[in-house]
């Protein structure tokens, strides 16, 4: 289906921002709902945040509610993550993905995937 492709990764400073960026090729990204998650080194796959494509409702994890924000650009086709705040704990490789299914129980917020891309990596440090 939908192929994504993210960027806008790179080496900021605790306290910095980037923004990353999700595009997709051979289909249109707003038909569908998108996830953001993040993995550290020896770290379990973490979902970050969802944008649904009906409402345009988001969601995130508790780890970055108030830093992060999702949102699309329907003249670009794209899905971006705003990340303001960056701690160093933030560091990892960021990935985007078509998400079937999320929900937020305690903080935590997990996604069935489907689509996903190869990753962009995000390290925090001075």
């Known amino acids: 289906q939908v192929q994504l492709v993210e960027s806008g990764g790179g080496l900021v400073q605790p306290g910095g921002s980037l923004r990353l960026s999700c595009a997709a090729s051979?289909?249109?990204?707003?038909?569908?709902?998108i996830g953001w998650s993040r993995q550290a080194p020896g770290k379990e796959r973490e979902g970050i945040s969802c944008?649904?494509?009906?409402?345009?409702?988001?969601y995130y994890a508790d780890s970055v509610k108030g830093r992060f924000t999702i949102s699309r650009d329907k003249a670009k086709k794209t899905v971006y993550l705003q990340m303001n705040s960056l701690r160093v704990e933030d560091t990892a490789v960021y990935y985007c993905?078509?998400?079937?299914?999320?929900?937020?129980?305690?903080?935590?917020?997990?996604?069935?995937?489907?689509?996903w891309g190869q990753g962009t990596q995000v390290t925090v440090s001075s």
């Open positions: 051979g289909n249109t990204l707003d038909l569908y709902a």
């Open positions: 944008i649904s494509s009906s409402d345009g409702s988001t």
């Open positions: 993905a078509t998400a079937l299914d999320w929900t937020v129980t305690r903080g935590i917020l997990n996604v069935k995937f489907g689509s």
